[in-house]
């Protein structure tokens, strides 16, 4: 790859700058010359990291940016690294944002002092204008990054596998402006703009069966994205419409691979409902995000709501009535071992070599208050199991 040290002023990177609103990027710069954000790149976030005013305070400051990077693409440029910079910029002088003077007052571009105005417009950017083939280009991509917020997995893949299929996909899951954006976010953790909608997207419909990868390698000439639309959307309306209350604890969840897990059983969502409920108000479930998966498959994996057991203030007054009763009687302390072999029916326990347990197990719907818990010896109690 053939690099070349050029240096541009920032009035003339942004000129001709335009910021399209509802796709959240910048479009041109260099009077038309300069494609900021070719398709491969990410979206743009210093809006909302709130790192874009942190550029225009570099510039006022007369701090150094940092190197860019632009790609060679015949007579024509393409930004390689350094669109958040390049995008922050142009939205500032083209009043989309304003910054906090000295005195806390906000300032858009045009209320700023000539002075301030010039040496905005006048800061030189040290350019590097890389020329290569697309794979030494991609490549240089993935390493650069942007400083501070490294690229996401999802946003390297869409730069390698860039084109028509990536362009379609990120117009739809990466459009921060999606009506259906607030649906998913109660099922899927991220951002529009992060690709984190996408990346689910694409990671449910491969199923397991191929990588992300290869998907989006296979399918990258082509602008149909109607399979990963289809079955993302049907995940998530099988989500919603089998669990009726939303809850916090649903977003993250797997639920591609619930749904193929499940979706094909038949559920009365009307008692699902009531069920969840009621273990969300049972004090000894541990784990919420377990509860759905654990309803899903017919209330047979305890392990997914991780149970919480006895704490010391209900198990040593049971230990210490259990105990006075046993010696008074001339027995164990452990109910199971009175009815064992002979050398461990009036066996006294001590407390920490006892467990406290449900009379009626939990899994059997067992009341969790203290006039169902009983001190059994470790031994009984792990071989007791949900007896």
Known sequence: MKTTLAEYT?????????????????????????????????????????????????LLKGYPLGLIYFNVVGDLLEVLDGQQRITSIGRFVTGKFAIQDENGMEQFFHGLAKDQQDRILESKLLVYECEGAETEIKTWFKIINIAGIPLKEQELLNAVYSGPFVNAGKAVFSNSLNANKQKWSSYVKGTASRQDYWERALQWVTRGKQTVESYMSDHRASADITEVKTYFETVIDW?????????????????????????????????????????????????????????????????????????????????????????????????????????????????????????????????????????LCKTHNRSKGNR
């Open 239 to 375: 989500a919603s419409s089998t669990f009726l209350t939303i809850e916090d604890e649903m977003c993250g969840l797997e639920w591609g691979r619930l749904y193929e897990t499940y979706h094909a059983k038949a559920y009365n969502v009307t008692d699902l409902d009531a069920r969840v409920r009621e273990l969300y108000g049972d004090p000894f479930v541990k784990n919420r995000r377990g509860i759905f998966e654990f309803m899903l498959g017919g209330e047979q994996d305890y392990k997914l709501l991780d149970v919480r057991v006895f704490d010391v203030s209900v198990s040593r007054p049971i230990y210490e009535k259990q105990t006075a009763e046993a010696k008074a009687a001339g027995k164990s302390n452990c109910p199971l071992c009175v009815m064992g072999p002979l050398n461990n029916q009036t066996k006294i326990w001590k407390f920490d070599e006892m467990d406290a347990d449900h009379v009626t197990a939990w899994t059997k719907h067992g009341g969790t208050d203290p006039s169902n818990c009983q001190m």
């Open 10 to 58: 920032v009035k003339e990177i942004i000129e001709g700058f335009v910021y399209n609103q509802l796709e959240g990027k910048g479009l041109h710069g260099l009077n038309g010359r300069l494609t900021i954000q070719p398709e491969y790149q990410r979206a743009f976030i210093y809006a909302e990291a709130n790192r874009e005013g942190g550029v225009i305070d570099s």
